[in-house]
């Protein structure tokens, strides 16, 4: 992601179809989010990437490495506007990115429960479902249940070797 990229990423980020999904939920303004921007800048193991397909921009993804760097949480979106199976895409060749790229030896995920499209998005991957948390808004009333996932490098590559994924 680039500064030319701040503008389009807003617009998907407060798409009410991706905006449901986040844990923060409320409109991002312009301000919030070219501060979020230039404080991720300022964290080398915080990347944003701008997910392309023959050049149109069709999705968002960030890690945030932990632990030594080996580790990473993930987060993601598609345009809202983009084809159909363009998840798919931009999965497959963002966690090859995570475990090429940056070197990491394992990716996590976590979904709200009521998303069921990123949760069968991470089974489909082979993440695997490793706890369930209850988790607090700070800013509203209710706890919301958290479904966290794992995806090891090892079991990523043993899964790609000879399988030809369809979706
Ligand atoms: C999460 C997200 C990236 C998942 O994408 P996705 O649903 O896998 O997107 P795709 O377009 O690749 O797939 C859509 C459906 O078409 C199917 N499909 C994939 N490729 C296909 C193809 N070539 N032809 C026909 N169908 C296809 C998929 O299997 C999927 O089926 P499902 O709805 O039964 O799961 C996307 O829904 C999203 O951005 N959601 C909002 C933000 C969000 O929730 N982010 C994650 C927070 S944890």
Request: with cysteine; proline share 2%.
């Amino acid at each position: 992601m680039t500064d030319s990229d701040l503008d389009m990423v807003l617009e998907w980020r407060n798409h009410i179809d991706v905006r449901k999904y986040m844990f923060t939920q409320h409109v991002i303004s312009w301000v919030e989010h070219k501060s979020w921007y230039e404080r991720c800048l300022k964290i080398p193991t915080k990347h944003l990437l701008v997910f392309q397909l023959q050049g149109t921009p069709h999705g968002f993804i960030s890690f945030s490495q932990i632990e030594g760097g080996k580790i990473a949480d993930w987060g993601f979106y598609t345009a809202p506007i983009a084809p159909r199976g363009t998840g798919q895409l931009l999965g497959k060749e963002a966690i090859n990115f995570a475990f090429t790229n940056l070197g990491l030896c394992k990716i996590c995920g976590q979904a709200l429960s009521y998303n069921e499209k990123s949760i069968n998005f991470h089974l489909r991957f082979g993440f695997q479902q490793e706890k369930i948390l209850r988790v607090q808004d700070l800013d509203e009333r209710n706890a919301r249940t958290v479904i966290c996932f794992g995806l090891l490098k090892n079991d990523w590559y043993m899964n790609q070797k000879g399988k030809v994924y369809v979706g």
